[in-house]
Protein backbone atom coordinates (compact mmCIF):
# COMPACT_ATOMS: atom_id res chain seq x y z
CA UNK A 1 0.00 0.00 0.00
CA UNK A 2 2.97 2.36 0.77
CA UNK A 3 4.37 1.59 -2.81
CA UNK A 4 1.28 2.57 -4.54
CA UNK A 5 0.50 5.67 -2.42
CA UNK A 6 4.39 6.80 -3.66
CA UNK A 7 3.52 5.90 -7.15
CA UNK A 8 0.48 7.67 -6.76
CA UNK A 9 2.02 11.01 -5.38
CA UNK A 10 4.78 10.82 -8.18
CA UNK A 11 1.75 10.53 -10.87
CA UNK A 12 -0.14 13.55 -9.18
CA UNK A 13 2.94 15.33 -9.47
CA UNK A 14 3.73 14.77 -13.02
CA UNK A 15 0.25 15.63 -13.38
CA UNK A 16 0.12 18.62 -12.43
CA UNK A 17 3.48 20.02 -13.36
CA UNK A 18 2.59 19.17 -16.95
CA UNK A 19 -0.83 21.11 -16.44
CA UNK A 20 1.11 23.87 -15.37
CA UNK A 21 3.57 23.78 -17.73
CA UNK A 22 0.98 23.98 -20.62
CA UNK A 23 -0.26 26.69 -19.16
CA UNK A 24 2.81 28.79 -18.71
CA UNK A 25 4.19 27.22 -22.18
CA UNK A 26 0.81 28.38 -24.19
CA UNK A 27 1.10 32.37 -22.62
CA UNK A 28 3.06 33.76 -25.19
CA UNK A 29 0.81 32.10 -27.83
CA UNK A 30 -2.50 33.55 -26.66
CA UNK A 31 -0.60 36.82 -25.90
CA UNK A 32 0.01 37.07 -29.56
CA UNK A 33 -3.39 35.22 -30.74
CA UNK A 34 -5.33 37.42 -28.56
CA UNK A 35 -6.31 41.53 -27.79
CA UNK A 36 -5.72 42.44 -23.77
CA UNK A 37 -9.80 42.99 -24.47
CA UNK A 38 -10.16 39.55 -25.78
CA UNK A 39 -7.50 37.96 -23.30
CA UNK A 40 -9.44 39.51 -20.54
CA UNK A 41 -13.06 38.02 -21.56
CA UNK A 42 -11.62 34.74 -21.74
CA UNK A 43 -9.79 35.06 -17.85
CA UNK A 44 -12.81 36.68 -16.81
CA UNK A 45 -14.84 34.06 -18.36
CA UNK A 46 -13.32 30.99 -16.49
CA UNK A 47 -13.11 33.23 -12.87
CA UNK A 48 -17.20 32.79 -13.95
CA UNK A 49 -16.46 28.93 -14.17
CA UNK A 50 -14.42 28.13 -10.60
CA UNK A 51 -17.35 30.02 -9.39
CA UNK A 52 -20.15 28.38 -11.10
CA UNK A 53 -18.97 24.94 -11.00
CA UNK A 54 -19.38 25.05 -7.04
CA UNK A 55 -22.78 25.81 -7.40
CA UNK A 56 -24.50 24.52 -10.52
CA UNK A 57 -24.84 21.10 -9.00
CA UNK A 58 -24.69 22.00 -5.36
CA UNK A 59 -21.07 20.45 -4.88
CA UNK A 60 -22.46 17.08 -4.72
CA UNK A 61 -19.09 15.49 -6.38
CA UNK A 62 -17.52 17.04 -2.67
CA UNK A 63 -19.46 14.42 -1.36
CA UNK A 64 -17.79 11.45 -3.38
CA UNK A 65 -14.69 11.75 -1.42
CA UNK A 66 -16.80 10.03 1.48
CA UNK A 67 -19.46 8.35 -0.57
CA UNK A 68 -17.35 6.01 -2.77
CA UNK A 69 -15.89 4.85 0.67
CA UNK A 70 -18.86 4.71 2.99
CA UNK A 71 -20.60 2.79 0.09
CA UNK A 72 -17.86 0.83 -1.30
CA UNK A 73 -20.49 -2.09 -2.13
CA UNK A 74 -22.72 -0.07 -4.13
CA UNK A 75 -20.46 3.09 -5.26
CA UNK A 76 -22.30 2.81 -9.00
CA UNK A 77 -25.38 3.63 -7.43
CA UNK A 78 -24.66 6.32 -5.57
CA UNK A 79 -22.61 7.88 -8.09
CA UNK A 80 -25.02 7.77 -10.84
CA UNK A 81 -27.56 8.96 -8.03
CA UNK A 82 -25.57 11.77 -7.26
CA UNK A 83 -25.53 12.67 -10.57
CA UNK A 84 -28.87 12.50 -11.47
CA UNK A 85 -29.77 15.16 -8.31
CA UNK A 86 -26.93 17.12 -9.59
CA UNK A 87 -27.81 17.27 -13.56
CA UNK A 88 -31.37 18.16 -12.33
CA UNK A 89 -29.47 21.45 -10.12
CA UNK A 90 -27.67 22.33 -13.22
CA UNK A 91 -30.41 22.51 -15.03
CA UNK A 92 -32.84 24.45 -13.33
CA UNK A 93 -29.75 27.27 -12.27
CA UNK A 94 -29.07 27.26 -16.16
CA UNK A 95 -32.50 28.11 -17.04
CA UNK A 96 -32.59 31.34 -14.23
CA UNK A 97 -29.32 32.35 -15.41
CA UNK A 98 -30.04 32.08 -19.36
CA UNK A 99 -33.36 33.90 -18.33
CA UNK A 100 -31.55 36.67 -16.04
CA UNK A 101 -28.60 37.11 -18.95
CA UNK A 102 -31.70 38.56 -21.02
CA UNK A 103 -32.85 40.63 -18.09
CA UNK A 104 -29.69 41.96 -16.66
CA UNK A 105 -26.40 42.82 -17.60
CA UNK A 106 -23.98 39.94 -16.86
CA UNK A 107 -21.06 41.37 -18.63
CA UNK A 108 -21.25 38.13 -21.14
CA UNK A 109 -24.13 37.23 -24.16
CA UNK A 110 -26.97 34.53 -23.46
CA UNK A 111 -24.64 32.61 -25.92
CA UNK A 112 -21.55 33.10 -23.15
CA UNK A 113 -23.75 32.23 -20.26
CA UNK A 114 -25.11 28.85 -21.63
CA UNK A 115 -21.78 27.99 -22.88
CA UNK A 116 -20.30 28.87 -19.53
CA UNK A 117 -23.46 26.96 -17.72
CA UNK A 118 -22.76 23.88 -20.26
CA UNK A 119 -18.58 24.06 -18.81
CA UNK A 120 -19.17 24.23 -15.21
CA UNK A 121 -21.81 21.51 -15.20
CA UNK A 122 -18.75 19.71 -17.20
CA UNK A 123 -16.22 20.40 -14.44
CA UNK A 124 -18.48 19.72 -11.36
CA UNK A 125 -19.25 16.23 -12.79
CA UNK A 126 -15.30 15.80 -13.55
CA UNK A 127 -14.91 16.41 -10.50
CA UNK A 128 -16.95 13.91 -8.72
CA UNK A 129 -15.30 11.46 -10.79
CA UNK A 130 -11.36 12.67 -10.04
CA UNK A 131 -12.59 12.35 -6.81
CA UNK A 132 -13.28 8.84 -6.95
CA UNK A 133 -10.15 8.24 -8.47
CA UNK A 134 -8.36 9.51 -5.62
CA UNK A 135 -10.15 7.78 -2.94
CA UNK A 136 -9.99 4.38 -4.81
CA UNK A 137 -6.24 5.33 -5.77
CA UNK A 138 -6.42 4.92 -9.11
CA UNK A 139 -3.71 6.96 -9.86
CA UNK A 140 -3.29 6.44 -13.65
CA UNK A 141 -6.84 7.31 -14.75
CA UNK A 142 -6.76 10.49 -12.65
CA UNK A 143 -3.77 12.16 -13.91
CA UNK A 144 -4.88 11.27 -17.28
CA UNK A 145 -8.57 12.68 -16.76
CA UNK A 146 -6.64 15.80 -15.53
CA UNK A 147 -4.22 15.92 -18.07
CA UNK A 148 -5.43 14.75 -21.58
CA UNK A 149 -8.34 17.23 -21.75
CA UNK A 150 -6.36 20.14 -20.82
CA UNK A 151 -3.94 19.39 -23.67
CA UNK A 152 -6.70 18.52 -25.96
CA UNK A 153 -8.09 22.47 -25.35
CA UNK A 154 -5.00 24.30 -25.84
CA UNK A 155 -4.68 22.26 -29.56
CA UNK A 156 -8.03 23.03 -30.52
CA UNK A 157 -8.27 26.68 -28.88
CA UNK A 158 -5.14 27.14 -31.20
CA UNK A 159 -6.29 26.15 -34.10
CA UNK A 160 -10.17 27.66 -33.58
CA UNK A 161 -8.83 31.09 -32.78
CA UNK A 162 -7.97 31.90 -36.28
CA UNK A 163 -11.86 31.37 -36.78
CA UNK A 164 -13.10 34.05 -35.26
CA UNK A 165 -11.83 37.31 -36.41
CA UNK A 166 -13.79 39.67 -34.26
CA UNK A 167 -14.41 37.33 -31.05
CA UNK A 168 -11.27 35.82 -30.81
CA UNK A 169 -12.40 34.60 -27.39
CA UNK A 170 -14.69 32.17 -28.94
CA UNK A 171 -11.79 30.22 -30.04
CA UNK A 172 -10.88 30.46 -26.88
CA UNK A 173 -14.01 29.20 -24.54
CA UNK A 174 -15.38 27.05 -27.05
CA UNK A 175 -13.03 24.22 -27.01
CA UNK A 176 -13.30 23.66 -23.46
CA UNK A 177 -16.80 23.61 -23.45
CA UNK A 178 -16.76 20.80 -26.38
CA UNK A 179 -13.91 18.68 -25.09
CA UNK A 180 -15.17 18.70 -21.13
CA UNK A 181 -18.51 18.29 -22.08
CA UNK A 182 -18.27 15.26 -24.19
CA UNK A 183 -16.28 13.83 -21.96
CA UNK A 184 -19.39 14.12 -19.27
CA UNK A 185 -21.60 12.55 -21.42
CA UNK A 186 -19.19 9.34 -21.29
CA UNK A 187 -18.99 9.48 -17.44
CA UNK A 188 -23.03 9.89 -17.42
CA UNK A 189 -23.44 6.92 -19.98
CA UNK A 190 -21.23 5.07 -17.98
CA UNK A 191 -22.71 6.00 -14.38
CA UNK A 192 -26.22 5.59 -15.31
CA UNK A 193 -25.81 2.17 -16.86
CA UNK A 194 -23.96 0.86 -13.89
CA UNK A 195 -25.28 2.06 -11.18
CA UNK A 196 -28.67 2.32 -12.80
CA UNK A 197 -30.23 4.55 -9.50
CA UNK A 198 -31.37 8.05 -10.76
CA UNK A 199 -33.22 8.90 -7.48
CA UNK A 200 -32.06 7.77 -3.94
CA UNK A 201 -33.24 9.82 -0.94
CA UNK A 202 -30.58 7.98 1.14
CA UNK A 203 -28.03 9.04 -1.01
CA UNK A 204 -29.21 12.32 -2.08
CA UNK A 205 -29.56 13.09 1.62
CA UNK A 206 -26.07 11.84 2.29
CA UNK A 207 -24.73 14.10 -0.41
CA UNK A 208 -26.83 17.19 0.82
CA UNK A 209 -25.65 16.82 4.06
CA UNK A 210 -21.59 16.65 3.51
CA UNK A 211 -21.60 19.14 0.60
CA UNK A 212 -24.03 21.75 1.51
CA UNK A 213 -22.29 23.64 4.00
CA UNK A 214 -19.01 22.84 1.74
CA UNK A 215 -20.43 25.43 -0.59
CA UNK A 216 -19.96 28.51 1.63
CA UNK A 217 -16.28 27.53 2.00
CA UNK A 218 -15.43 26.80 -1.31
CA UNK A 219 -17.33 29.70 -3.07
CA UNK A 220 -15.65 32.20 -0.73
CA UNK A 221 -12.57 31.17 -1.52
CA UNK A 222 -12.69 31.20 -5.46
CA UNK A 223 -14.47 34.41 -4.66
CA UNK A 224 -11.73 35.63 -2.90
CA UNK A 225 -9.61 34.64 -6.05
CA UNK A 226 -11.58 35.30 -8.83
CA UNK A 227 -13.50 38.46 -8.30
CA UNK A 228 -10.46 41.16 -9.10
CA UNK A 229 -11.10 39.80 -12.60
CA UNK A 230 -15.15 40.88 -12.59
CA UNK A 231 -14.79 43.63 -10.80
CA UNK A 232 -11.89 44.79 -13.05
CA UNK A 233 -13.87 44.02 -16.60
CA UNK A 234 -17.09 45.73 -15.08
CA UNK A 235 -15.51 48.33 -13.51
CA UNK A 236 -12.86 49.24 -15.56
CA UNK A 237 -12.11 47.72 -18.77
CA UNK A 238 -11.87 44.48 -20.86
CA UNK A 239 -8.09 45.34 -21.35
CA UNK A 240 -7.02 45.74 -18.05
CA UNK A 241 -8.50 42.68 -17.16
CA UNK A 242 -6.83 40.71 -19.56
CA UNK A 243 -3.45 42.50 -18.08
CA UNK A 244 -4.11 41.53 -14.58
CA UNK A 245 -5.61 37.78 -15.36
CA UNK A 246 -2.22 37.56 -17.17
CA UNK A 247 0.08 38.50 -13.79
CA UNK A 248 -2.55 36.64 -11.89
CA UNK A 249 -1.57 33.52 -13.76
CA UNK A 250 2.45 34.12 -13.32
CA UNK A 251 1.15 35.03 -9.68
CA UNK A 252 -0.47 31.80 -8.87
CA UNK A 253 2.39 30.04 -10.02
CA UNK A 254 4.40 29.20 -6.79
CA UNK A 255 0.32 27.83 -6.01
CA UNK A 256 0.47 25.19 -8.14
CA UNK A 257 4.17 23.79 -7.23
CA UNK A 258 2.68 23.90 -3.57
CA UNK A 259 -0.27 22.41 -4.59
CA UNK A 260 1.78 19.43 -6.00
CA UNK A 261 3.51 19.08 -2.71
CA UNK A 262 0.34 18.67 -0.60
CA UNK A 263 -0.17 15.09 -1.61
CA UNK A 264 2.51 14.53 0.45
CA UNK A 265 2.85 16.93 3.06
CA UNK A 266 -0.69 16.15 4.48
CA UNK A 267 -1.03 12.74 4.61
CA UNK A 268 2.25 13.47 6.74
CA UNK A 269 0.89 16.07 8.99
CA UNK A 270 -1.86 13.26 9.52
CA UNK A 271 -0.05 10.86 10.74
CA UNK A 272 2.26 13.14 12.54
CA UNK A 273 -1.44 14.96 14.42
CA UNK A 274 -2.48 11.18 14.83
CA UNK A 275 0.86 10.49 16.66
CA UNK A 276 0.73 14.17 18.54
CA UNK A 277 4.13 14.41 17.59
CA UNK A 278 3.75 18.75 17.76
CA UNK A 279 7.28 19.47 17.95
CA UNK A 280 8.48 17.27 14.75
CA UNK A 281 5.55 19.50 12.93
CA UNK A 282 6.69 22.35 13.70
CA UNK A 283 10.02 21.66 12.36
CA UNK A 284 8.99 20.69 9.21
CA UNK A 285 6.31 23.55 8.94
CA UNK A 286 9.35 26.16 9.37
CA UNK A 287 11.94 24.33 6.90
CA UNK A 288 8.09 24.17 4.04
CA UNK A 289 7.38 27.91 5.38
CA UNK A 290 10.69 29.14 4.29
CA UNK A 291 11.58 26.96 1.27
CA UNK A 292 7.76 28.58 0.20
CA UNK A 293 9.19 31.78 0.65
CA UNK A 294 12.44 31.85 -1.28
CA UNK A 295 10.46 29.92 -4.12
CA UNK A 296 8.30 32.92 -4.03
CA UNK A 297 10.87 35.21 -3.97
CA UNK A 298 13.12 33.88 -6.67
CA UNK A 299 9.44 34.05 -8.75
CA UNK A 300 9.29 37.32 -7.87
CA UNK A 301 12.93 38.79 -8.99
CA UNK A 302 12.82 36.96 -12.38
CA UNK A 303 9.15 37.30 -13.53
CA UNK A 304 9.89 40.84 -15.52
CA UNK A 305 12.32 39.28 -17.77
CA UNK A 306 10.61 35.81 -18.36
CA UNK A 307 7.20 38.42 -18.59
CA UNK A 308 8.76 40.66 -21.57
CA UNK A 309 10.22 36.85 -23.41
CA UNK A 310 6.68 35.37 -22.87
CA UNK A 311 4.23 37.94 -24.46
CA UNK A 312 4.14 41.43 -26.39
CA UNK A 313 4.58 44.67 -25.42
CA UNK A 314 0.57 45.44 -24.93
CA UNK A 315 1.00 43.35 -21.55
CA UNK A 316 4.77 44.56 -19.95
CA UNK A 317 2.08 46.79 -17.32
CA UNK A 318 1.59 43.43 -15.80
CA UNK A 319 5.03 43.54 -14.63
CA UNK A 320 4.44 45.84 -11.70
CA UNK A 321 1.24 43.23 -10.87
CA UNK A 322 2.86 40.16 -10.46
CA UNK A 323 5.08 40.01 -7.15
CA UNK A 324 2.00 42.00 -4.81
CA UNK A 325 -0.11 38.46 -6.50
CA UNK A 326 2.97 36.56 -5.62
CA UNK A 327 3.12 37.47 -2.39
CA UNK A 328 -0.71 37.37 -1.85
CA UNK A 329 -0.50 33.81 -2.55
CA UNK A 330 2.32 33.26 -0.38
CA UNK A 331 0.23 34.40 2.51
CA UNK A 332 -2.72 31.97 0.77
CA UNK A 333 -0.36 29.05 1.44
CA UNK A 334 0.12 30.24 5.03
CA UNK A 335 -3.70 30.04 5.61
CA UNK A 336 -3.52 26.57 4.07
CA UNK A 337 -0.96 25.32 6.52
CA UNK A 338 -3.66 26.33 9.09
CA UNK A 339 -6.54 25.57 7.14
CA UNK A 340 -4.79 21.69 6.61
CA UNK A 341 -4.75 21.46 10.68
CA UNK A 342 -8.51 22.81 10.93
CA UNK A 343 -9.99 19.77 8.95
CA UNK A 344 -8.10 17.21 11.22
CA UNK A 345 -9.62 18.54 13.73
CA UNK A 346 -12.99 18.84 12.30
CA UNK A 347 -13.21 22.65 12.55
CA UNK A 348 -14.70 22.98 9.12
CA UNK A 349 -17.06 25.71 10.26
CA UNK A 350 -14.61 28.42 11.17
CA UNK A 351 -12.97 27.32 7.94
CA UNK A 352 -16.33 28.73 6.19
CA UNK A 353 -16.75 31.17 8.31
CA UNK A 354 -13.23 32.91 7.87
CA UNK A 355 -13.21 32.86 3.96
CA UNK A 356 -16.49 34.11 3.62
CA UNK A 357 -15.42 37.18 6.26
CA UNK A 358 -12.76 38.06 3.98
CA UNK A 359 -13.91 37.61 0.59
CA UNK A 360 -16.59 40.01 1.92
CA UNK A 361 -13.74 42.26 2.81
CA UNK A 362 -12.22 41.93 -0.62
CA UNK A 363 -15.48 42.89 -2.87
CA UNK A 364 -15.73 45.58 -0.26
CA UNK A 365 -11.73 46.82 -0.85
CA UNK A 366 -12.04 45.95 -4.66
CA UNK A 367 -15.39 48.46 -5.11
CA UNK A 368 -13.75 51.51 -3.03
CA UNK A 369 -10.26 51.17 -4.97
CA UNK A 370 -10.45 49.54 -8.34
CA UNK A 371 -12.90 52.46 -9.75
CA UNK A 372 -10.17 54.86 -8.86
CA UNK A 373 -6.60 52.83 -9.28
CA UNK A 374 -7.70 49.76 -11.96
CA UNK A 375 -5.55 46.62 -11.48
CA UNK A 376 -2.64 47.66 -9.36
CA UNK A 377 -5.28 48.84 -6.61
CA UNK A 378 -7.01 44.64 -6.98
CA UNK A 379 -3.17 43.22 -6.57
CA UNK A 380 -3.14 45.09 -3.02
CA UNK A 381 -6.28 44.42 -1.99
CA UNK A 382 -6.21 40.67 -2.60
CA UNK A 383 -2.41 40.97 -0.77
CA UNK A 384 -4.44 42.81 2.11
CA UNK A 385 -7.44 39.76 1.91
CA UNK A 386 -5.10 37.11 2.08
CA UNK A 387 -3.21 38.13 5.11
CA UNK A 388 -5.96 38.30 6.69
CA UNK A 389 -7.09 35.27 5.92
CA UNK A 390 -3.80 33.49 7.35
CA UNK A 391 -4.43 35.47 10.67
CA UNK A 392 -7.93 33.98 11.05
CA UNK A 393 -6.82 30.54 10.04
CA UNK A 394 -3.96 30.82 12.01
CA UNK A 395 -5.39 32.11 15.25
CA UNK A 396 -7.89 29.20 14.86
CA UNK A 397 -5.54 26.85 15.27
CA UNK A 398 -4.50 28.53 18.06
CA UNK A 399 -6.90 28.44 19.93
CA UNK A 400 -7.19 24.74 19.32
CA UNK A 401 -3.64 23.86 19.65
CA UNK A 402 -1.73 26.18 21.20
CA UNK A 403 1.69 23.63 20.78
CA UNK A 404 1.50 23.91 17.29
CA UNK A 405 2.82 26.89 14.58
CA UNK A 406 4.64 29.15 16.95
CA UNK A 407 4.86 32.82 15.91
CA UNK A 408 8.39 33.38 15.35
CA UNK A 409 8.85 30.35 12.35
CA UNK A 410 6.66 33.24 9.99
CA UNK A 411 8.66 35.97 10.77
CA UNK A 412 11.76 35.35 8.39
CA UNK A 413 9.57 34.02 5.60
CA UNK A 414 7.64 36.82 5.69
CA UNK A 415 10.15 39.18 5.83
CA UNK A 416 12.08 37.63 2.80
CA UNK A 417 8.97 37.89 0.74
CA UNK A 418 8.17 41.47 1.50
CA UNK A 419 11.43 43.09 1.18
CA UNK A 420 12.18 41.38 -1.84
CA UNK A 421 8.32 42.41 -2.90
CA UNK A 422 9.05 45.77 -2.65
CA UNK A 423 12.72 45.95 -4.33
CA UNK A 424 10.54 44.44 -7.70
CA UNK A 425 8.54 47.04 -7.73
CA UNK A 426 11.50 49.23 -7.32
CA UNK A 427 14.21 48.19 -9.47
CA UNK A 428 11.88 46.74 -12.10
CA UNK A 429 14.53 48.01 -14.78
CA UNK A 430 17.91 46.98 -13.03
CA UNK A 431 17.39 43.38 -13.94
CA UNK A 432 21.11 42.53 -12.98
CA UNK A 433 20.57 43.47 -9.03
CA UNK A 434 17.42 41.58 -8.85
CA UNK A 435 19.03 38.48 -10.82
CA UNK A 436 22.47 38.60 -8.26
CA UNK A 437 20.00 38.68 -5.42
CA UNK A 438 18.05 35.92 -6.59
CA UNK A 439 21.63 34.11 -7.19
CA UNK A 440 22.53 34.94 -3.50
CA UNK A 441 19.62 33.73 -1.80
CA UNK A 442 19.40 30.76 -3.30
CA UNK A 443 22.97 30.21 -2.08
CA UNK A 444 21.78 31.09 1.55
CA UNK A 445 19.14 28.61 1.25
CA UNK A 446 21.57 26.09 0.41
CA UNK A 447 24.01 26.62 3.22
CA UNK A 448 20.58 27.00 5.32
CA UNK A 449 19.42 23.48 3.75
CA UNK A 450 22.74 21.61 4.29
CA UNK A 451 22.98 23.04 7.77
CA UNK A 452 19.52 21.33 8.96
CA UNK A 453 19.70 18.09 6.63
CA UNK A 454 22.72 17.45 8.87
CA UNK A 455 21.32 18.28 12.01
CA UNK A 456 17.93 16.67 11.78
CA UNK A 457 19.35 13.33 9.30
CA UNK A 458 19.18 11.06 12.41
CA UNK A 459 16.00 12.02 13.73
CA UNK A 460 14.12 11.97 9.95
CA UNK A 461 15.45 8.46 9.63
CA UNK A 462 13.76 7.25 12.56
CA UNK A 463 10.52 9.01 12.38
CA UNK A 464 10.46 7.90 8.28
CA UNK A 465 10.19 11.58 7.04
Not at 247 to 265: D, H, R
Not at 363 to 378: D, E, R, S
Not at 404 to 420: A, D, Q
Not at 434 to 442: E, I, S
Request: hydrophobic letters at 50%; proline letters at 3%; a positive charge.
Amino acid sequence: MRGKSIRASVFYFIGNIFDKAIAFITVPIFTRLLSTADYGITSTYLSWVSVLSVVITLSLGESARNGVVEYSNDKDSFMSSIISLGTISALVITGILYIGSYLFDFGFTPTVVLLCCAHSYAVSIITAVQWQYVMEVKYVSRTLLQSIPNLLIVIISIILIRHFPNEKYLGRIIPNVFILFIITLAYLLFYFYRGKCFVSMKYWKYALNFSLPVIFHTISSVILAQADRTMILSLRSSSEAGIYGLAYQFGSLPQGIVTTCENIWVPWLTKMMHEKKYQLINQMVEHYILLVAVLCAEIMLISPEILKIMTVEDYYDAIFLISPIIAATFFLFLATISVDVEYFEKNTRSVAANSAIVALINIVLNFLFIPKYGAIAATFTTLSSYFMLFLLHYFTVKSIRKELLKPNMYFVPVMIVMIVMVITELLAAQWWFRWGMGVALLIVLGVYGYKQYTKYHANCQKTGI
